[in-house]
Protein backbone atom coordinates (compact mmCIF):
# COMPACT_ATOMS: atom_id res chain seq x y z
CA UNK A 1 0.00 0.00 0.00
CA UNK A 2 2.37 2.38 1.23
CA UNK A 3 4.97 1.63 -2.70
CA UNK A 4 1.33 2.63 -4.42
CA UNK A 5 1.13 5.83 -2.40
CA UNK A 6 4.94 6.39 -3.22
CA UNK A 7 4.08 5.71 -6.72
CA UNK A 8 0.93 7.89 -6.80
CA UNK A 9 2.81 10.72 -4.92
CA UNK A 10 5.87 10.54 -7.62
CA UNK A 11 3.46 11.43 -10.13
CA UNK A 12 2.12 14.67 -8.75
CA UNK A 13 5.00 16.68 -10.45
CA UNK A 14 4.44 14.95 -14.03
CA UNK A 15 0.72 16.06 -12.52
CA UNK A 16 1.58 19.33 -12.11
CA UNK A 17 3.42 19.67 -15.25
CA UNK A 18 0.76 17.73 -17.61
CA UNK A 19 -2.01 20.01 -16.03
CA UNK A 20 0.27 23.39 -16.55
CA UNK A 21 0.32 21.94 -20.17
CA UNK A 22 -3.56 21.46 -20.58
CA UNK A 23 -4.10 24.32 -19.12
CA UNK A 24 -2.18 26.37 -21.91
CA UNK A 25 -3.37 23.92 -24.33
CA UNK A 26 -6.91 25.15 -23.45
CA UNK A 27 -5.27 28.79 -22.76
CA UNK A 28 -4.05 29.18 -26.62
CA UNK A 29 -7.39 27.11 -28.10
CA UNK A 30 -10.04 29.42 -26.37
CA UNK A 31 -8.39 32.67 -27.47
CA UNK A 32 -6.67 32.11 -30.34
CA UNK A 33 -8.60 29.27 -31.65
CA UNK A 34 -6.28 26.66 -32.47
CA UNK A 35 -5.74 22.97 -31.04
CA UNK A 36 -1.54 23.91 -30.18
CA UNK A 37 0.29 20.56 -31.07
CA UNK A 38 3.48 22.52 -30.66
CA UNK A 39 2.45 23.95 -26.93
CA UNK A 40 5.57 20.94 -25.39
CA UNK A 41 8.03 21.63 -28.24
CA UNK A 42 8.28 24.98 -27.81
CA UNK A 43 8.51 24.49 -23.76
CA UNK A 44 11.25 21.66 -24.93
CA UNK A 45 12.92 24.76 -26.79
CA UNK A 46 13.14 27.15 -24.16
CA UNK A 47 14.42 24.26 -21.65
CA UNK A 48 17.19 23.49 -23.98
CA UNK A 49 18.42 26.78 -24.29
CA UNK A 50 18.18 27.08 -20.36
CA UNK A 51 20.36 23.67 -20.60
CA UNK A 52 22.79 24.91 -23.16
CA UNK A 53 23.95 27.95 -21.24
CA UNK A 54 24.44 25.92 -17.83
CA UNK A 55 26.27 23.23 -19.50
CA UNK A 56 28.50 26.20 -20.86
CA UNK A 57 29.08 27.42 -17.63
CA UNK A 58 25.95 30.00 -17.89
CA UNK A 59 24.88 30.63 -13.61
CA UNK A 60 21.26 29.19 -13.22
CA UNK A 61 20.10 32.63 -12.18
CA UNK A 62 20.17 33.66 -15.87
CA UNK A 63 19.86 30.49 -18.09
CA UNK A 64 16.40 30.06 -16.56
CA UNK A 65 15.22 33.63 -17.64
CA UNK A 66 16.89 32.98 -20.57
CA UNK A 67 15.03 29.74 -21.18
CA UNK A 68 11.95 31.60 -20.48
CA UNK A 69 12.54 34.14 -23.04
CA UNK A 70 13.62 31.97 -25.54
CA UNK A 71 10.45 29.96 -24.96
CA UNK A 72 8.23 32.60 -25.66
CA UNK A 73 10.39 33.49 -28.51
CA UNK A 74 9.57 30.21 -30.29
CA UNK A 75 5.63 30.60 -29.49
CA UNK A 76 6.08 33.94 -30.88
CA UNK A 77 7.68 32.77 -33.97
CA UNK A 78 4.71 30.06 -33.96
CA UNK A 79 2.12 32.57 -33.48
CA UNK A 80 3.24 34.80 -35.88
CA UNK A 81 2.66 31.93 -38.31
CA UNK A 82 -0.37 31.03 -37.11
CA UNK A 83 -2.11 34.68 -37.43
CA UNK A 84 -0.10 35.99 -40.18
CA UNK A 85 -1.51 33.41 -42.65
CA UNK A 86 -3.60 31.07 -41.06
CA UNK A 87 -6.57 33.20 -39.04
CA UNK A 88 -9.11 32.76 -41.11
CA UNK A 89 -8.42 29.19 -41.49
CA UNK A 90 -10.74 26.06 -40.45
CA UNK A 91 -9.59 24.84 -37.08
CA UNK A 92 -9.11 21.55 -38.63
CA UNK A 93 -6.81 23.39 -41.12
CA UNK A 94 -4.82 24.96 -37.71
CA UNK A 95 -4.66 21.85 -36.09
CA UNK A 96 -2.79 20.22 -38.98
CA UNK A 97 -0.71 23.30 -39.65
CA UNK A 98 0.32 23.08 -35.80
CA UNK A 99 1.36 19.54 -36.01
CA UNK A 100 3.16 20.02 -39.05
CA UNK A 101 5.05 22.47 -37.26
CA UNK A 102 5.24 20.05 -34.38
CA UNK A 103 7.43 17.34 -36.73
CA UNK A 104 9.66 20.37 -37.73
CA UNK A 105 10.62 21.69 -34.57
CA UNK A 106 11.47 18.10 -33.27
CA UNK A 107 13.30 17.75 -36.72
CA UNK A 108 15.34 20.91 -36.08
CA UNK A 109 15.20 20.39 -32.05
CA UNK A 110 16.50 17.19 -32.58
CA UNK A 111 19.22 18.29 -34.69
CA UNK A 112 20.78 21.00 -32.60
CA UNK A 113 20.73 19.10 -28.67
CA UNK A 114 22.54 16.35 -30.40
CA UNK A 115 19.69 13.41 -30.33
CA UNK A 116 20.01 11.04 -28.10
CA UNK A 117 22.78 12.63 -26.85
CA UNK A 118 22.44 12.82 -22.68
CA UNK A 119 22.55 16.48 -21.07
CA UNK A 120 22.67 17.53 -17.62
CA UNK A 121 19.31 18.76 -16.53
CA UNK A 122 19.45 21.07 -13.26
CA UNK A 123 17.41 20.39 -10.66
CA UNK A 124 15.94 23.76 -10.56
CA UNK A 125 13.56 22.88 -7.20
CA UNK A 126 15.75 20.07 -5.59
CA UNK A 127 14.85 18.43 -2.34
CA UNK A 128 11.77 17.19 0.03
CA UNK A 129 8.66 20.01 0.71
CA UNK A 130 6.99 17.30 3.41
CA UNK A 131 6.32 13.90 4.20
CA UNK A 132 2.73 12.26 3.30
CA UNK A 133 1.95 9.49 4.98
CA UNK A 134 5.19 8.50 5.16
CA UNK A 135 6.25 9.32 1.44
CA UNK A 136 8.26 12.15 0.81
CA UNK A 137 6.60 15.23 -1.63
CA UNK A 138 9.61 16.76 -3.46
CA UNK A 139 9.76 20.99 -3.94
CA UNK A 140 9.11 19.98 -7.94
CA UNK A 141 5.88 18.80 -7.42
CA UNK A 142 4.65 21.27 -4.60
CA UNK A 143 6.06 24.46 -7.26
CA UNK A 144 4.39 22.38 -10.38
CA UNK A 145 1.32 22.10 -8.99
CA UNK A 146 1.35 25.80 -7.32
CA UNK A 147 2.00 27.27 -10.74
CA UNK A 148 -0.48 25.30 -12.41
CA UNK A 149 -3.29 25.83 -9.83
CA UNK A 150 -2.26 29.85 -10.29
CA UNK A 151 -1.72 29.85 -13.68
CA UNK A 152 -5.30 28.14 -13.81
CA UNK A 153 -6.57 31.35 -11.08
CA UNK A 154 -4.80 33.99 -12.79
CA UNK A 155 -6.11 33.40 -16.17
CA UNK A 156 -9.81 33.19 -15.29
CA UNK A 157 -9.49 36.23 -13.10
CA UNK A 158 -7.67 38.20 -15.98
CA UNK A 159 -10.00 37.14 -18.07
CA UNK A 160 -13.41 37.90 -16.70
CA UNK A 161 -12.06 41.23 -14.66
CA UNK A 162 -9.57 43.25 -17.23
CA UNK A 163 -10.62 45.09 -20.29
CA UNK A 164 -7.86 43.35 -22.14
CA UNK A 165 -9.06 39.99 -20.83
CA UNK A 166 -12.89 41.41 -22.44
CA UNK A 167 -10.94 41.87 -25.31
CA UNK A 168 -9.56 38.75 -25.88
CA UNK A 169 -12.93 36.61 -25.09
CA UNK A 170 -14.03 39.13 -27.54
CA UNK A 171 -11.40 37.89 -29.95
CA UNK A 172 -11.88 34.25 -29.26
CA UNK A 173 -15.51 34.45 -29.82
CA UNK A 174 -15.32 36.29 -33.56
CA UNK A 175 -12.13 37.29 -34.19
CA UNK A 176 -13.06 39.54 -37.58
CA UNK A 177 -16.02 41.55 -35.25
CA UNK A 178 -13.20 42.09 -32.62
CA UNK A 179 -10.87 43.98 -35.33
CA UNK A 180 -13.85 45.55 -36.73
CA UNK A 181 -14.46 47.75 -33.51
CA UNK A 182 -10.70 48.73 -33.16
CA UNK A 183 -9.29 45.45 -30.83
CA UNK A 184 -5.78 44.70 -31.99
CA UNK A 185 -6.00 41.30 -32.69
CA UNK A 186 -2.84 40.11 -33.82
CA UNK A 187 -1.19 41.67 -31.18
CA UNK A 188 -3.17 40.44 -28.53
CA UNK A 189 -3.31 37.18 -30.44
CA UNK A 190 0.86 37.17 -30.43
CA UNK A 191 0.67 38.19 -26.75
CA UNK A 192 -1.31 34.76 -26.01
CA UNK A 193 1.65 32.79 -27.68
CA UNK A 194 3.79 34.28 -26.11
CA UNK A 195 2.71 33.46 -22.10
CA UNK A 196 1.98 30.34 -23.79
CA UNK A 197 5.17 29.67 -24.50
CA UNK A 198 6.88 31.33 -21.44
CA UNK A 199 4.80 29.04 -18.93
CA UNK A 200 5.37 26.13 -20.54
CA UNK A 201 9.20 26.21 -20.82
CA UNK A 202 8.78 27.00 -17.39
CA UNK A 203 6.96 23.69 -16.24
CA UNK A 204 9.14 21.75 -18.80
CA UNK A 205 12.47 22.87 -16.98
CA UNK A 206 10.46 22.04 -13.52
CA UNK A 207 10.01 18.56 -14.54
CA UNK A 208 12.80 17.77 -17.62
CA UNK A 209 14.93 16.42 -14.58
CA UNK A 210 12.00 13.23 -14.11
CA UNK A 211 11.50 12.84 -17.44
CA UNK A 212 14.07 11.26 -20.78
CA UNK A 213 16.53 13.89 -20.97
CA UNK A 214 15.51 14.27 -24.88
CA UNK A 215 14.56 16.78 -27.47
CA UNK A 216 11.62 14.56 -28.76
CA UNK A 217 10.50 13.32 -25.64
CA UNK A 218 9.94 16.07 -23.68
CA UNK A 219 8.37 17.22 -27.00
CA UNK A 220 5.79 14.36 -26.64
CA UNK A 221 4.15 15.59 -23.68
CA UNK A 222 2.09 17.17 -25.72
CA UNK A 223 -0.11 14.23 -25.72
CA UNK A 224 -0.96 14.26 -22.11
CA UNK A 225 -1.37 17.87 -22.35
CA UNK A 226 -4.04 17.06 -24.87
CA UNK A 227 -5.64 14.83 -23.00
CA UNK A 228 -6.35 17.16 -19.97
CA UNK A 229 -7.56 19.50 -22.00
CA UNK A 230 -9.97 16.93 -23.68
CA UNK A 231 -10.65 16.16 -20.09
CA UNK A 232 -12.01 19.88 -19.77
CA UNK A 233 -13.34 19.96 -23.32
CA UNK A 234 -10.92 22.25 -24.38
CA UNK A 235 -13.24 24.93 -21.95
CA UNK A 236 -12.71 24.73 -18.81
CA UNK A 237 -9.43 25.65 -17.27
CA UNK A 238 -9.97 23.90 -13.67
CA UNK A 239 -11.18 20.65 -15.60
CA UNK A 240 -8.11 20.59 -17.02
CA UNK A 241 -5.92 21.42 -14.10
CA UNK A 242 -7.74 18.15 -12.49
CA UNK A 243 -7.30 16.05 -15.53
CA UNK A 244 -3.75 16.85 -15.73
CA UNK A 245 -3.24 15.81 -11.90
CA UNK A 246 -5.39 12.57 -12.77
CA UNK A 247 -3.14 11.81 -15.46
CA UNK A 248 0.38 12.18 -13.81
CA UNK A 249 -1.03 10.32 -10.79
CA UNK A 250 -2.22 7.19 -12.28
CA UNK A 251 1.11 7.46 -14.77
CA UNK A 252 2.34 7.35 -11.25
CA UNK A 253 0.15 4.63 -10.03
CA UNK A 254 1.16 2.52 -12.99
CA UNK A 255 4.79 2.32 -13.04
CA UNK A 256 4.59 1.06 -9.27
CA UNK A 257 2.81 -2.14 -10.46
CA UNK A 258 4.75 -4.42 -12.78
CA UNK A 259 2.04 -5.27 -14.72
CA UNK A 260 1.10 -1.75 -16.41
CA UNK A 261 4.46 -0.01 -15.81
CA UNK A 262 5.70 -0.64 -19.17
CA UNK A 263 2.60 0.20 -20.72
CA UNK A 264 2.20 3.86 -18.59
CA UNK A 265 2.86 5.74 -21.53
CA UNK A 266 0.22 4.65 -22.68
CA UNK A 267 -2.14 5.94 -20.40
CA UNK A 268 -2.67 9.76 -21.80
CA UNK A 269 -3.85 7.50 -24.95
CA UNK A 270 -6.50 5.63 -23.23
CA UNK A 271 -7.91 9.28 -21.82
CA UNK A 272 -8.07 10.83 -24.57
CA UNK A 273 -10.35 7.40 -26.41
CA UNK A 274 -11.94 7.43 -23.37
CA UNK A 275 -13.03 11.00 -23.08
CA UNK A 276 -13.95 10.85 -27.26
CA UNK A 277 -16.04 8.05 -26.36
CA UNK A 278 -17.92 9.68 -23.65
CA UNK A 279 -18.25 13.01 -26.00
CA UNK A 280 -20.08 10.59 -28.24
CA UNK A 281 -22.16 8.51 -25.65
CA UNK A 282 -25.29 10.72 -27.27
CA UNK A 283 -24.93 10.25 -30.85
CA UNK A 284 -24.05 6.57 -29.90
CA UNK A 285 -27.53 6.47 -27.74
CA UNK A 286 -29.22 7.94 -30.29
CA UNK A 287 -27.76 5.47 -33.42
CA UNK A 288 -28.99 2.34 -31.04
CA UNK A 289 -32.40 3.49 -31.05
CA UNK B 1 -17.43 68.12 -40.15
CA UNK B 2 -16.35 64.19 -41.09
CA UNK B 3 -16.10 62.95 -44.86
CA UNK B 4 -15.53 59.69 -46.10
CA UNK B 5 -15.03 60.36 -49.85
CA UNK B 6 -15.12 56.30 -51.97
CA UNK B 7 -13.47 56.78 -55.42
CA UNK B 8 -13.63 54.02 -58.13
CA UNK B 9 -13.77 51.29 -55.82
CA UNK B 10 -13.33 48.00 -56.87
CA UNK B 11 -13.57 45.01 -55.34
CA UNK B 12 -13.15 41.58 -56.23
CA UNK B 13 -14.18 38.09 -55.39
CA UNK B 14 -12.25 34.73 -56.12
CA UNK B 15 -10.68 36.80 -59.01
CA UNK B 16 -14.30 37.76 -60.23
CA UNK B 17 -15.23 41.70 -59.83
CA UNK B 18 -18.52 42.14 -58.40
CA UNK B 19 -17.65 45.87 -57.36
CA UNK B 20 -16.67 47.96 -60.54
CA UNK B 21 -15.59 51.47 -59.76
CA UNK B 22 -18.45 53.11 -57.29
CA UNK B 23 -17.86 56.52 -55.85
CA UNK B 24 -19.63 57.26 -52.58
CA UNK B 25 -19.65 59.82 -50.33
CA UNK B 26 -20.92 59.65 -46.58
CA UNK B 27 -21.29 63.41 -44.36
CA UNK B 28 -21.25 63.69 -41.20
CA UNK B 29 -25.03 64.31 -40.10
CA UNK B 30 -26.01 62.22 -42.93
CA UNK B 31 -27.39 59.29 -43.73
CA UNK B 32 -26.53 57.70 -46.96
CA UNK B 33 -28.26 54.59 -48.32
CA UNK B 34 -27.10 51.79 -50.02
CA UNK B 35 -29.67 50.44 -52.59
CA UNK B 36 -29.84 47.15 -54.72
CA UNK B 37 -30.95 43.94 -55.55
CA UNK B 38 -29.49 40.78 -54.26
CA UNK B 39 -25.76 40.24 -56.00
CA UNK B 40 -25.71 44.20 -56.80
CA UNK B 41 -22.38 45.08 -54.62
CA UNK B 42 -23.81 46.10 -51.69
CA UNK B 43 -21.97 44.08 -48.85
CA UNK B 44 -19.19 43.71 -50.82
CA UNK B 45 -18.71 47.28 -51.13
CA UNK B 46 -19.02 47.85 -47.19
CA UNK B 47 -16.46 45.21 -46.86
CA UNK B 48 -13.89 46.66 -49.62
CA UNK B 49 -14.52 49.91 -47.56
CA UNK B 50 -14.07 48.48 -43.94
CA UNK B 51 -11.10 46.78 -45.01
CA UNK B 52 -12.37 43.07 -44.36
CA UNK B 53 -11.67 42.41 -48.26
CA UNK B 54 -8.84 43.98 -50.51
CA UNK B 55 -10.33 46.87 -52.82
CA UNK B 56 -8.64 48.85 -55.12
CA UNK B 57 -9.49 52.54 -55.45
CA UNK B 58 -9.31 55.44 -53.07
CA UNK B 59 -10.84 55.43 -49.62
CA UNK B 60 -10.93 58.91 -48.25
CA UNK B 61 -11.44 59.45 -44.47
CA UNK B 62 -11.25 63.67 -43.97
CA UNK B 63 -9.05 63.78 -46.85
CA UNK B 64 -6.87 61.08 -46.18
CA UNK B 65 -6.42 58.09 -47.88
CA UNK B 66 -7.06 55.06 -45.52
CA UNK B 67 -7.51 52.39 -48.06
CA UNK B 68 -3.67 50.96 -47.60
CA UNK B 69 -4.89 50.29 -44.08
CA UNK B 70 -5.47 47.46 -42.02
CA UNK B 71 -9.39 46.84 -40.96
CA UNK B 72 -8.29 47.18 -37.42
CA UNK B 73 -6.55 50.61 -38.00
CA UNK B 74 -9.27 51.70 -40.14
CA UNK B 75 -11.69 50.75 -36.87
CA UNK B 76 -9.49 52.74 -34.89
CA UNK B 77 -9.06 55.80 -36.92
CA UNK B 78 -12.99 56.22 -36.14
CA UNK B 79 -14.51 54.26 -39.10
CA UNK B 80 -17.13 50.89 -37.55
CA UNK B 81 -18.57 48.57 -39.64
CA UNK B 82 -21.64 46.53 -38.42
CA UNK B 83 -21.69 43.46 -40.30
CA UNK B 84 -24.59 41.89 -41.32
CA UNK B 85 -25.79 38.71 -39.26
CA UNK B 86 -25.86 40.73 -35.72
CA UNK B 87 -22.20 39.48 -34.43
CA UNK B 88 -22.47 39.87 -30.78
CA UNK B 89 -19.60 38.45 -28.77
CA UNK B 90 -22.24 35.23 -28.18
CA UNK B 91 -20.45 34.19 -24.41
CA UNK B 92 -19.98 37.82 -23.29
CA UNK B 93 -22.94 39.75 -21.54
CA UNK B 94 -24.74 42.49 -23.35
CA UNK B 95 -22.80 44.94 -20.69
CA UNK B 96 -19.13 43.17 -21.42
CA UNK B 97 -20.22 43.23 -25.34
CA UNK B 98 -20.37 47.03 -24.60
CA UNK B 99 -17.14 47.48 -22.60
CA UNK B 100 -15.25 45.95 -24.81
CA UNK B 101 -15.78 48.42 -27.44
CA UNK B 102 -15.97 51.62 -25.13
CA UNK B 103 -13.94 54.13 -26.59
CA UNK B 104 -12.13 56.78 -24.05
CA UNK B 105 -14.01 59.22 -22.24
CA UNK B 106 -17.60 57.41 -23.80
CA UNK B 107 -20.07 56.10 -21.82
CA UNK B 108 -22.34 52.76 -21.37
CA UNK B 109 -25.38 55.30 -21.02
CA UNK B 110 -24.81 56.50 -24.43
CA UNK B 111 -25.48 52.91 -25.52
CA UNK B 112 -28.78 52.86 -23.00
CA UNK B 113 -29.57 55.91 -24.02
CA UNK B 114 -30.18 55.10 -27.59
CA UNK B 115 -31.54 51.78 -26.83
CA UNK B 116 -33.13 51.73 -23.35
CA UNK B 117 -34.52 47.56 -24.23
CA UNK B 118 -30.82 47.12 -23.51
CA UNK B 119 -30.54 48.24 -19.97
CA UNK B 120 -32.99 44.84 -18.57
CA UNK B 121 -30.66 42.64 -20.55
CA UNK B 122 -27.42 44.25 -19.07
CA UNK B 123 -26.38 40.89 -17.27
CA UNK B 124 -27.40 38.31 -20.17
CA UNK B 125 -25.39 36.62 -22.38
CA UNK B 126 -25.92 37.96 -25.59
CA UNK B 127 -26.82 35.11 -27.25
CA UNK B 128 -29.43 34.77 -24.98
CA UNK B 129 -31.05 38.05 -26.41
CA UNK B 130 -33.84 37.97 -29.44
CA UNK B 131 -32.67 39.03 -32.95
CA UNK B 132 -34.16 42.35 -32.56
CA UNK B 133 -31.90 43.11 -29.21
CA UNK B 134 -28.86 41.73 -30.90
CA UNK B 135 -29.25 43.90 -33.70
CA UNK B 136 -29.50 46.88 -31.55
CA UNK B 137 -26.25 45.84 -29.89
CA UNK B 138 -23.99 45.60 -32.32
CA UNK B 139 -25.50 49.25 -33.20
CA UNK B 140 -25.05 49.99 -29.56
CA UNK B 141 -21.53 48.74 -29.53
CA UNK B 142 -20.12 50.38 -32.40
CA UNK B 143 -21.83 53.71 -30.64
CA UNK B 144 -19.75 53.74 -28.04
CA UNK B 145 -16.66 53.31 -30.23
CA UNK B 146 -17.22 56.72 -30.74
CA UNK B 147 -16.83 56.44 -34.24
CA UNK B 148 -16.93 59.26 -37.13
CA UNK B 149 -18.21 56.99 -39.72
CA UNK B 150 -20.72 54.12 -39.11
CA UNK B 151 -21.33 51.10 -41.95
CA UNK B 152 -24.14 49.13 -41.14
CA UNK B 153 -25.30 46.05 -43.48
CA UNK B 154 -28.64 44.93 -43.48
CA UNK B 155 -29.83 45.13 -40.03
CA UNK B 156 -33.46 44.70 -40.82
CA UNK B 157 -32.53 40.84 -42.09
CA UNK B 158 -35.16 38.49 -40.49
CA UNK B 159 -36.49 41.29 -38.02
CA UNK B 160 -40.06 42.05 -37.56
CA UNK B 161 -41.37 45.52 -39.42
CA UNK B 162 -41.81 46.68 -35.58
CA UNK B 163 -38.43 46.13 -34.72
CA UNK B 164 -37.18 47.46 -38.08
CA UNK B 165 -39.12 50.68 -37.73
CA UNK B 166 -37.17 51.08 -34.51
CA UNK B 167 -33.78 50.52 -35.41
CA UNK B 168 -34.15 53.05 -38.27
CA UNK B 169 -35.22 55.25 -35.90
CA UNK B 170 -32.32 54.79 -33.60
CA UNK B 171 -29.85 55.09 -37.22
CA UNK B 172 -31.77 58.62 -37.58
CA UNK B 173 -30.61 59.85 -33.81
CA UNK B 174 -26.71 58.64 -34.67
CA UNK B 175 -26.60 60.77 -37.88
CA UNK B 176 -28.63 63.26 -36.25
CA UNK B 177 -26.54 63.55 -33.24
CA UNK B 178 -23.11 64.30 -35.95
CA UNK B 179 -22.46 60.85 -37.26
CA UNK B 180 -21.74 59.78 -40.63
CA UNK B 181 -23.58 56.59 -41.75
CA UNK B 182 -23.90 54.25 -44.80
CA UNK B 183 -26.20 52.15 -44.75
CA UNK B 184 -27.25 48.80 -47.07
CA UNK B 185 -30.28 47.68 -46.50
CA UNK B 186 -32.93 45.45 -48.59
CA UNK B 187 -36.05 47.17 -47.42
CA UNK B 188 -35.62 50.28 -49.77
CA UNK B 189 -38.62 52.06 -48.29
CA UNK B 190 -37.51 52.17 -45.07
CA UNK B 191 -33.97 53.32 -45.82
CA UNK B 192 -35.17 56.06 -47.99
CA UNK B 193 -37.44 57.16 -45.13
CA UNK B 194 -34.96 58.16 -42.83
CA UNK B 195 -31.52 58.47 -45.49
CA UNK B 196 -30.54 62.05 -47.02
CA UNK B 197 -28.41 60.52 -50.50
CA UNK B 198 -29.24 57.00 -51.66
CA UNK B 199 -27.18 55.14 -54.14
CA UNK B 200 -28.24 51.99 -56.58
CA UNK B 201 -26.25 49.32 -57.04
CA UNK B 202 -26.66 47.17 -60.01
CA UNK B 203 -24.25 44.39 -61.23
CA UNK B 204 -21.02 46.47 -58.60
CA UNK B 205 -21.64 49.67 -60.73
CA UNK B 206 -23.73 52.91 -59.32
CA UNK B 207 -26.66 53.38 -61.56
CA UNK B 208 -28.53 56.03 -59.30
CA UNK B 209 -26.74 58.59 -57.16
CA UNK B 210 -29.31 61.08 -55.90
CA UNK B 211 -31.76 62.63 -52.85
CA UNK B 212 -33.71 59.57 -51.23
CA UNK B 213 -36.66 62.19 -51.14
CA UNK B 214 -37.07 61.91 -54.94
CA UNK B 215 -36.73 57.98 -54.67
CA UNK B 216 -38.95 57.36 -52.73
CA UNK B 217 -41.61 59.41 -54.49
CA UNK B 218 -41.17 57.43 -57.65
CA UNK B 219 -41.09 53.85 -56.99
CA UNK B 220 -41.69 53.26 -60.62
CA UNK B 221 -38.27 54.47 -60.69
CA UNK B 222 -36.64 52.56 -58.23
CA UNK B 223 -38.17 49.67 -59.25
CA UNK B 224 -36.22 50.23 -62.65
CA UNK B 225 -33.52 51.43 -61.33
CA UNK B 226 -33.21 47.43 -59.16
CA UNK B 227 -33.99 45.57 -62.21
CA UNK B 228 -32.69 47.76 -65.04
CA UNK B 229 -33.39 45.56 -68.29
CA UNK B 230 -35.51 42.92 -66.69
CA UNK B 231 -37.56 45.93 -65.45
CA UNK B 232 -37.85 46.86 -69.18
CA UNK B 233 -38.53 43.47 -70.89
CA UNK B 234 -41.35 42.82 -68.52
CA UNK B 235 -43.21 45.53 -69.49
CA UNK B 236 -42.90 45.14 -73.01
CA UNK B 237 -43.93 41.67 -72.43
CA UNK B 238 -47.08 42.95 -69.88
Known amino acids: MNSLLTSAVAGLSAGGA?????????????????VNFTGAAIGATGTFVMVALYESGVPLALAVPVGIVAG????????????????????????????????????????????QHPHNFPDLIPGSAFRLAGVEVTWAAVVTIAISVLFTFITEQFLARTQTGLELRALSQRPMAAELIGIRVKLLALSVWAVMGAVTAFALMVIAPQRAPDFMSLSLLVVPALAAALIGAFASFRAALAGGMAIGIIEG??????????????????????VLMWSQRGARFDEAR | MTELTIKQLVVARGGIPVVRGIDLTVRSGEISVVLGSNGAGKTTSLEGISGIIPAKGAILLDG?????????????????????????FPEMTTEENLKVALAPGASLDEAYGLFPELVQRRDIKSAMLSG??????????????????????EMSSGLAPVIVSRLMEAVRKLADGGMAVLLVEQFA???????????????????????????LKDPARLHHLYLGDVADSVAMHA
Open chain 2, 64 to 88: EDISGQAAGIRARRGLRHVEQGRTV
Open chain 2, 132 to 153: GEQQMLVIARALVGRPKVILID
Open chain 1, 253 to 274: LASGLDTFSQYRGAIPFLVILA
Open chain 2, 189 to 215: NLALGVGNRAYVLRRGAVVYNGGCEAL
Open chain 1, 18 to 34: YAILGVCAIFTYRLVAV
Open chain 1, 72 to 115: ALAALAVGLVMATWFSGAAASTKAAVTAALLVGIIAVGLRLTGG
